[in-house]
C-alpha cells in the first residue's frame, strides 16, 4: 500500500497531538493565513485526518498521579458524529483565559 504525504497544516495537527497540548495549540505550528483565520477552515482540515484514523480527538478528564498530585489526561475520543459541532465552537480554537485545561480537546495520535 502507498503511503499518504501529509500537507504541511496536516502535518500540524500531527505535530500537535503529539505534543500533549490543548487544540489551540496547532495555531503555533499553522502558516498564515490559517493560524490566524476561523475555525471554519481548519475544522474540514482536522476531520479529514480522523476520518484517515490519523488523530483523535478527545477532551482531558481529571487524572490523580501515583503521589496524590491531581492532573488531567485525554479521555474517550469523541464520537465522529459529533465533531463538527464541537469543532464549530470558536472557543475551543482559543487558549482559556484560566488556563484550566480540563474540559479542553486535546488531539491523540492513533497508532496508524
Known amino acids: ?30 502558516p ?8 471554519t477552515d481548519l475544522a474540514p482540515i482536522l476531520l479529514s485526518l480522523v476520518d484517515r484514523g490519523t488523530v483523535e480527538v478527545r477532551r482531558y478528564i481529571p487524572w490523580t498521579a501515583p503521589d496524590g498530585a491531581a492532573g488531567c489526561q485525554p479521555g474517550p475520543p469523541i464520537p465522529r458524529a459529533d465533531l463538527p459541532a464541537v469543532l464549530a465552537g470558536a472557543e475551543e480554537w482559543e487558549y482559556p483565559d484560566d488556563f484550566e485545561w480540563l474540559g479542553r480537546l486535546t488531539l491523540v495520535r492513533t497508532e496508524s
Open 1 to 30: 500500500m502507498r503511503e499518504r504525504k501529509l500537507s504541511d497544516v496536516e502535518y500540524a495537527f500531527v505535530l500537535n497531538a503529539s505534543e500533549i497540548d490543548i487544540l489551540p495549540g496547532v495555531r503555533g505550528d499553522l
Open 32 to 39: 498564515e493565513p490559517l493560524a490566524s483565520g476561523p475555525a
